[in-house]
Nanobody, 114 residues
Framework: QVQLVEHGGGLMEAGGSLRLGCAAS????????MGWYRQYPGEQRELVAT???????TYADSVKGRFTVSRDNAKNTVHLQMNSLKPEDTAVYYC????????WGQGTQVTVPS
């Protein structure tokens, strides 16, 4: 069973930066896709940023130019550098990994007060 453990998140003023990290462990040969989703109260999870094993990155339009996703394939880790934070970035952020199937982290709260 693959497990994802997140760290980072918290409270940051608008315009500030936060960095999220996630480490995958368990029976992993290759992680096809790894990245981050977020969820607002009462809504479905939405893509923030993902990075494929071949280096292809995908970003939500709302975070392009502000967030950067990176991964270390040797360590099975992924990070999300979030700059120029906005109040609308306030959400629970979930680490995501696709191995044999999709796996999710437990979620970490990011709060940017208005």
């Amino acid at each position: 069973q693959v497990q994802l453990v997140e760290h980072g998140g918290g409270l940051m003023e608008a315009g500030g930066s936060l960095r999220l990290g996630c480490a995958a462990s368990g029976p992993i040969f290759v992680i096809e896709l790894m990245g981050w989703y977020r969820q607002y109260p009462g809504e479905q999870r939405e893509l923030v940023a993902t990075l494929a094993a071949d280096g292809t990155a995908t970003y939500a339009d709302s975070v392009k130019g502000r967030f950067t996703v990176s991964r270390d394939n040797a360590k099975n880790t992924v990070h999300l550098q979030m700059n120029s934070l906005k109040p609308e970035d306030t959400a629970v952020y979930y680490c995501y990994a696709r191995v044999d199937r999709s796996y999710w982290g437990q979620g970490t709260q990011v709060t940017v007060p208005s």
